[in-house]
Nanobody, 121 residues
Framework: QVQLVESGGGLVQAGGSLRLSCTAS????????LGWLREAPGKGREFVAS????????YYADSVKGRFTFSRDNAKNMAYLQMNNLKIEDTAVYFC??????????????WGQGTQVTVSS
């Protein structure tokens, strides 16, 4: 099993940047694919980005492509989501998740508690 804790959320103006971190503990972090997902008020959970175990494959939702960058450091059991040029519609609770396969769905085995990102005009 792996435990995940997100941090780095906050309030930012449109056009600004934030970097989310995902700190993992437990076994075999480097063997898991990771995902970032988000849930906005009144909406379902949606895929943002995912990465396979060694970082050689990364996928992004069209809505964030070119603005968000997903990275991971297996030696430190950490993952990051750099979010640039934030838009109001990026406002959501962001979750880090882990599973066997990098997927563009919301299907993962392990989830963090989420961190709030609020983008203001």
């Amino acid at each position: 099993q792996v435990q995940l804790v997100e941090s780095g959320g906050g309030l930012v103006q449109a056009g600004g940047s934030l970097r989310l971190s995902c700190t993992a503990s437990g076994q075999a972090f480097s063997s898991y694919a990771l995902g970032w997902l988000r849930e906005a008020p009144g909406k379902g959970r949606e895929f943002v980005a995912s990465m396979n175990w060694d970082g050689s494959r990364t996928y992004y939702a069209d809505s964030v492509k070119g603005r968000f960058t997903f990275s991971r450091d297996n030696a430190k059991n950490m993952a990051y989501l750099q979010m640039n040029n934030l838009k109001i519609e990026d406002t959501a609770v962001y979750f880090c998740a882990a599973g066997p396969t990098a997927t563009i769905t919301t299907t993962y085995d392990y989830w963090g508690q989420g961190t709030q990102v609020t983008v203001s005009s």
